[in-house]
């Protein structure tokens, strides 16, 4: 199997202060002869393009949290914003059976952002969940934009992966931080990476169910996601009105990265995450409601529009 490096949201710096710029690139963006400030567009499209991986990553999250603790179903969905902007959806759907999973995601930009870009996303993974073990098994995603499109599709053998396939191939950098086998071992996927089996058997609402380190393998880099507890919050939305955990989030970069980006020191020194889960004791887990992302062109928001549990959760079962 290879070593390939990421080509992810931290790969790409960007100033601050750029979002008035954006109608003005819609409007020339097929100019035959653009002008300075016109080919200056270039640089916003690649924010967007970070900012949909992040929220790619974060969507996972939003993918992956009902526990398979009996036979049912999870379905949401999702708006995503940047800097006030809405720039996209989701469209998440999860079935469960046993002990076992399986999650499908569709994300798409829309308005301002799909004139920009045209993105379109899909990822899917499966796996099984033992006690508070989310053991994943195999993981697929597409990305699609009018710049290119990628596939990655990986396989995994009790938390280790086995197989990675990346079409086409990333660009290799010197300067990257190679992926060492130690890396591949006790991970989970980008869309199992949130899987959330209550910490506390019977008690989601528990502030220590916030309290945990998810090791994150995407097929190229490896990384942290570390939440801590923070508080809580009212959430309303159809499928779930009530209090939810706050979690604060922080991202440690392992390896697969490259140290010298401005982004990745971004990502790492970054203190305004956060995500919002609602919970469902009736399955012993958590659902995410709303996550909050700073990046370097605004804060990114991907908020549950409705969310339907069943069976499981009285609140879910009454909005249905």
């Not at 100033?15 to 016109?38: K, V």
């Not at 945990?212 to 996601?225: L, M």
Request: glycine fraction near 8%; charge should be positive; charged fraction near 20%.
């Amino acid at each position: 199997m290879r070593t390939m490096r990421s080509h992810t949201a931290l790969d790409h710096a960007s100033p601050r202060g750029e979002h008035d710029n954006l109608h003005f690139c819609a409007a020339h963006e097929a100019t035959p002869h653009p002008s300075p400030r016109a080919r200056s567009c270039a640089r916003p499209r690649a924010h967007l393009r970070a900012a949909g991986a992040i929220a790619g990553l974060v969507l996972a999250f939003g993918a992956a949290q009902a526990t398979p603790v009996t036979a049912g179903e999870m379905e949401a969905v999702y708006t995503i914003s940047i800097a006030g902007f809405s720039v996209g959806t989701a469209d998440v759907k999860s079935s469960f059976d046993g002990s076992g999973y399986k999650i499908d995601l569709q994300a798409r930009l829309t308005g301002l952002a799909g004139v920009l870009v045209s993105g379109r996303g899909a990822a899917s993974a499966s796996g099984t969940v033992s006690g508070t073990r989310v053991v994943p098994q195999s993981f697929a995603a597409n990305s699609r934009s009018s710049q290119a499109s990628r596939t990655v599709r990986m396989g995994l053998r009790d938390g280790t992966v086995s197989a990675v396939e990346i079409e086409p191939p990333l660009q290799e950098h010197a300067d990257a931080v190679p992926v060492q086998a130690a890396h591949r071992r006790g991970v989970v996927d980008p869309v199992s990476a949130f899987m959330m089996p209550a910490t506390v058997p019977g008690n989601p609402a528990d502030p220590r169910n916030c309290e945990r380190t998810i090791p994150v393998f995407d097929g190229a880099a490896r990384f942290d996601i570390v939440l801590n507890y923070a508080g809580t919050r009212e959430f309303s939305r159809p499928g779930y009105s009530g209090e939810v955990l706050v979690c604060h989030a922080r991202f440690k970069a392992i390896s697969g990265h490259r140290p010298s980006r401005d982004a990745v020191r971004f990502m790492e020194e970054n203190r305004d995450m956060a995500v919002w889960l609602a919970p469902f004791p009736a399955n012993d887990s958590l659902v995410p409601m709303r996550i909050e992302v700073r990046t370097q062109i605004g804060m990114s928001v991907i908020e549950a529009g409705r969310v339907r549990l069943s069976p499981g959760s009285r609140r879910a079962a009454s909005a249905q």
